[in-house]
């Protein structure tokens, strides 16, 4: 049998390659998409990790604050414990220079240090005695283009201070993964350098040796009490995770769609392999191989394919996701502040999942195959299938099910709003929808038309003969399809709805703030305050606040000035709501009145450094700065719960008729070399926009996957039809047709099967956009999006679909035309 | 002018078989002829060079005063197309089609189907008493009707010859008869010459001319 295997598997490539190596290519994008998002999730997390590590080494604790820094008590508990070795003190510091982010950890350097950070006794009092001591990574300091002993400036906030390239460390020695970006400095040098206010972002702990690690961190976790938290390395990477759960979610759940659709042309391929090759079954049943026999040939033939496809879907999936990743990285600093992935590592469980996909899903397109093969016996085998039948009968049948499933997930999901996973399950449902009345419709549809010639019509027409084939073609179009339009469609609802709200939000004529997460200087807020033709001015602060176990940011800000209308457009409409802002109230973000279940009137429990406050809720606004959320209070409330804080950013809102852009070059005219950004109103608008469109920029590259194997699956069918209907094309040069007409012929049913695949495509994308705005989007997000499709991108996606769906006909179209006449000798019409 | 002219045609196929060895036939227009023989004895090849289908390897065939051999593939499919009409053994009818769409499809492929036309596919079925199943899938149809769609379908255009290979091969003796019949009727009706193949002794009987073709090689029979 393995001989007979090896022979039939050789016959069978040798006679038709180009559909085996779209078979195989159909395994591979499919597992190359599940690779590419799982690598880019990985290394997000695993990039925060290494930044953590990179600089602390191993240590097995850190201490972290509930809100706002830790004070030096944090240090003298950690120390007390008679399980810690030594303890380090952190403060991060995030710089620009020139246009490189530095990521600076100050940390005590008097102490020995471990790990990649090592000078040596020599060098030891270096940091401490060197001006502006810095140790760089080696890339960070040709980036910078500074070599040890030299200078460059850096800029926090509005400050501007000289740094020494005191080292050059190989972070990426012990931690391959550690951002370049990260940089060492002396605490007591950095808070004296940039000038910052007294306090600790982290304490990082090294315990003795054999020390039990969570025994230290319950015991100084109860000294500390609730201003702190104490963490292992692991519980601060799975920090980060949650931190983007929402994001790898999507994504993932994205990834999976393409997979689904690689799976519906693995089975359309191995489905036709198999119809051609049941007579072939049959006789082997017939002269005595077990069933078991038959159905571990097959078994095998799609195991090598998913061998195949693997191999080949692992190597792409790395390239994939090595060539994103810049555009990734982007989004997660964009959206989480994480650090930027540089570098790209491949875990053995992502190889693991690859090829349990890969293989996965070589068996899943082949199990409506192989349930038949075990129930046909050798008689049946040998007469043509009545799976057309089979798919017609069942079909229905499903839907049934999938519309009972999908009604009782909305129910349970929608109504209780209780179970946010429920969206996924109706957009599962919905695309399974799609699929299961794809064959009837296309069979109905095919039906109606009455061709008048031999041209589209009559390619329509035929779409219904080669029924199973066809259906799975047009149902994995149509999938893809729902998925770009619903997502073309979420995104550009999502665009316009932000577009109206920055035009609500965003009404200050000029914008000055940081390009660091620093705070402006006293001498840039005199020189902002003195720009002539200003009318109102505003200054924001930030800080942050706990909530429960919650941490949300709180934004201090002048609520009420005189001839500025409202910035925070309300959820519900109601007046007085400013007044009460002002009045000691304060305004909840939508996302977080979400997640956190509030409501307009409730009081709500605040913990600031300076205490515990309680505050009513004058309204929820419309925001979409934070999934995480924001909080909203007058600048004097501002100042009781959180403190005397500098300013991050000045609205400046002028007089009318004076010329915004002067005014703007006025300023940074004025501002001198203050490392501060001046922005009209304009440009603010584009940079916000500009940082959304590059947000879902890999939403793009997964809808160009799905959309790949889509068109594949096309080609694939038609090609498989040439070959099928061979008899039928030849009847048709017997009758006088030509070449080209036959030619024609197939392209129009390339066109047929885009055109079916895409009008059921919209109609689950418009299924599909409904479900991502109104449920995932609020079950994940918390945001409210407006409907708001953009005609012109759907438009140019549906004319690409058609177009991609045409030139994949082309191939199959010119293989069909060359169907000898002589073809009409085989009676399998 | 003969409707069809074979003037020492050869065939060999690839790998050196002879299937047709210097054939001649002169089949006047307006005529009947039957070809015998065993299976495999060269007859549907010989009728699929006279329709263009296939390319004879030596000698000449003509085609209403047309030398195939001076056609391309295009010429011969457009000759086939307007002159000659097909009936096969195993029918060849499109499942995905209706009954009159099948009769019609030549009348599709040559762009010519018009209010006209399908009148005359109306005709064509009235005549073999399957008008009232025009509608109909040609699945639901016996071997004898699907025969007769197919003869329908080959006079469609109004062919000048039709070629018809082993057109009674799948059907039982009575039907056979019958289907012949209304072949023979239907081609001298519309003055159409006809050339078939059979087995059967009986219906090669009722042509004007028959002949054996054995090995390849063609013989008038007596």
């Known amino acids: 049998m393995v001989r007979y295997f090896a022979k039939a598997l050789a016959a069978m490539v040798a006679k038709s390659p180009v559909l085996y190596v779209l078979t195989v290519l159909g395994v591979a994008l499919g597992v190359a998409s599940v690779v590419t998002i799982q690598l880019i999730n990985d290394n997000a997390i695993a990039a925060f990790a290494a930044s953590v590590r990179a600089v602390t080494g191993d240590d097995e604790l850190t201490i972290v604050p509930t809100l706002g820094a830790l004070d030096d008590s944090a240090m003298r508990v950690a120390l007390a414990d008679a399980a810690t070795q030594t303890a380090r003190p952190i403060v991060r510091v995030d710089a620009l220079a020139g246009e490189e982010r530095l990521s600076i950890v100050a940390t005590d350097l008097t102490q020995p240090t471990r790990g990649p950070l090592e000078l040596g006794a020599e060098r030891a009092g270096d940091p401490l005695v060197t001006p502006g001591w810095i140790a760089l990574s080696h890339e960070l300091a040709a980036r910078l283009g500074v070599t040890p002993g030299g200078t460059f400036t850096a800029v926090n906030g509005s400050r501007r201070v000289v740094l020494t390239a005191g080292a050059l460390v190989d972070f990426k020695a012990t931690l391959p993964l550690a951002p370049s970006s990260i940089a060492v400095m002396d605490i007591a040098q950095a808070q004296a350098v940039f000038g910052l206010s007294p306090g600790l972002d982290e304490v990082a702990i090294d315990l003795l040796d054999g020390a039990d690690v969570l025994a230290a961190a319950a015991r100084i976790g109860e000294v500390l009490g609730e201003r702190a938290r104490v963490l292992t390395p692991d519980e601060r990477a799975e920090e980060a995770a949650g931190l983007l759960a929402a994001f790898r979610l999507n994504l993932t759940a994205l990834s999976l769609i393409s997979l689904a659709v690689g799976v519906f042309l693995i089975h359309g391929a191995l489905q036709a392999t198999l119809l051609r090759r049941r007579t072939e079954l049959g006789v082997l049943r017939a002269l005595g191989a077990t069933r078991r026999q038959v159905v571990g040939l097959v078994i095998g033939e799609v195991m090598l394919i998913g061998c195949l496809g693997t191999a080949l879907g692992l190597p792409l999936g790395v390239v994939a996701a090595r060539a994103n990743i810049d555009v990734v990285s982007g989004t997660l600093t964009n959206l989480y502040l994480l650090q930027t992935v540089e570098e790209l590592r491949v875990p053995v469980w992502v190889i693991a999942v690859g090829a349990a996909v890969g293989l996965g899903s070589a068996l899943l397109g082949a199990t409506l195959s192989l349930i038949e093969l075990r129930r046909e016996d050798a008689r049946a085998l040998l007469v043509v299938s009545t799976l057309q039948e089979s798919l017609l009968v069942l079909a229905p049948r499903l839907l049934v099910g999938a519309a009972l499933l999908g009604s009782a997930t909305a129910i349970f999901g929608v109504a209780a709003r209780s179970w946010a996973p429920a969206g996924f399950v109706i957009a599962v449902t919905i695309l399974a929808t799609v699929v299961l009345a794809t064959p009837w419709l296309v069979l109905r549809v095919s039906r109606l038309v009455r061709p008048r010639g031999f041209g589209f019509g009559y390619s329509m027409r035929s779409l219904g003969q080669k029924l199973a084939a066809n259906a799975f073609a047009v149902a994995s179009l149509a999938i893809a399809v729902s998925m770009m339009f619903g997502i073309t469609a979420m995104v550009g609802s999502f665009r316009a709805t932000l577009e109206s709200w920055i035009g609500s939000t965003v009404r200050a004529d000029i914008y000055v703030s940081t390009e660091t997460r620093g705070r402006l200087d006293d001498d840039v807020l005199r020189t902002i305050a003195a720009t002539p033709g200003t009318r109102a001015s505003d200054v924001l602060r930030k800080g942050e606040a706990r909530m429960g176990e919650r941490t949300v940011r709180l934004s201090g800000v002048n609520v009420s000035l005189p001839g500025v209308p409202s910035r925070w457009p309300l959820l519900h409409a109601e007046g007085g709501v400013l007044e009460a802002v002002a009045g000691g109230g304060l305004l909840v973000s939508e996302p977080l009145a979400r997640k956190a279940n509030l409501a307009r009137g409730e009081r709500i429990q605040l913990r600031t450094l300076t205490g515990e406050h309680e505050l009513t809720i004058a309204g929820v606004f419309y925001d979409y700065t934070t999934e995480q959320g924001t909080m909203v209070v007058d600048t004097a409330t501002f100042v009781r719960l959180v403190g005397p804080v500098a300013p991050s950013s000045v609205a400046l809102y002028l007089n009318h008729g004076v010329d915004i852009d002067a005014t703007v070059r006025d300023l940074q005219r004025r501002l001198g070399d203050s490392p501060v950004v001046v922005r009209s109103n304009q440009r603010l608008r584009a940079t916000i926009l500009d940082i959304f469109d590059q947000t879902f920029a890999i939403t793009v590259i997964l809808q160009a996957m799905s959309f790949l194997i889509a068109v594949a699956g096309i080609a694939l069918t038609l090609l498989i039809a040439a070959r099928e209907r061979a008899a039928e094309l030849a009847l048709y040069r017997a009758l006088g047709a030509t070449r080209c007409q036959v030619f024609r012929i197939f392209v129009g049913q390339g066109l047929s099967l885009g055109a079916f695949g895409l009008v059921l495509g919209a109609i689950g994308g418009a299924a599909l956009v409904m479900v991502l705005i109104l449920l995932i989007n609020r079950a994940y997000f918390g945001w409210t999006i407006r409907l708001a499709l953009p005609g012109w991108a759907l438009a140019e996606q549906a004319a690409t679909i058609l177009a991609a769906a045409v030139l994949a006909a082309l191939y199959p179209a010119m293989r069909a035309s060359r169907t000898p006449s002589q073809e009409l000798v085989r009676d399998d019409l | ?222």
């Open chain 2, 1 to 222: 002018m003969s409707a069809l002219v074979f003037d020492k045609v050869s065939k060999r196929f690839e790998g050196g078989r002879l299937v047709l060895d210097a054939v001649s036939l002169e089949v006047p227009r307006g005529a009947r002829y039957a070809v015998v023989g065993r299976s495999g004895s060269g007859k549907s090849t010989l009728l699929h060079i006279a329709a263009g289908i296939e390319v004879a390897t030596q000698g000449t065939v003509g085609l209403f005063g047309k030398a195939l051999h001076e056609l391309d593939d295009r010429g011969r499919t457009l000759l086939r197309r307007d002159a000659v009409g097909l009936v096969f053994q195993s029918f060849f009818l499109l499942p995905h089609l209706s009954v009159a769409e099948n009769v019609g499809l030549p009348a599709m492929i040559a762009g010519t189907m018009s209010g006209r036309m399908r009148d005359r596919v109306r005709h064509l079925l009235t005549r073999v008493g399957l008008a009232d199943r025009s509608a109909d899938s040609v699945q639901k149809l016996s071997g004898g009707e699907m025969q007769r769609v197919a003869i329908c379908r080959a006079l469609l255009l109004s062919p000048k010859l039709i070629l018809a290979d082993e057109p009674t091969g799948n059907l039982d003796d009575v039907t056979g008869r019958e289907v012949m019949r209304l072949l023979l009727e239907a081609c001298g009706d519309e003055g159409a010459t006809l050339v078939y193949v059979t087995h059967s002794q009986e219906l090669a009987a009722l042509a004007d001319a028959r002949f054996v073709l054995h090995s390849g090689v063609l013989e008038k029979a007596p």
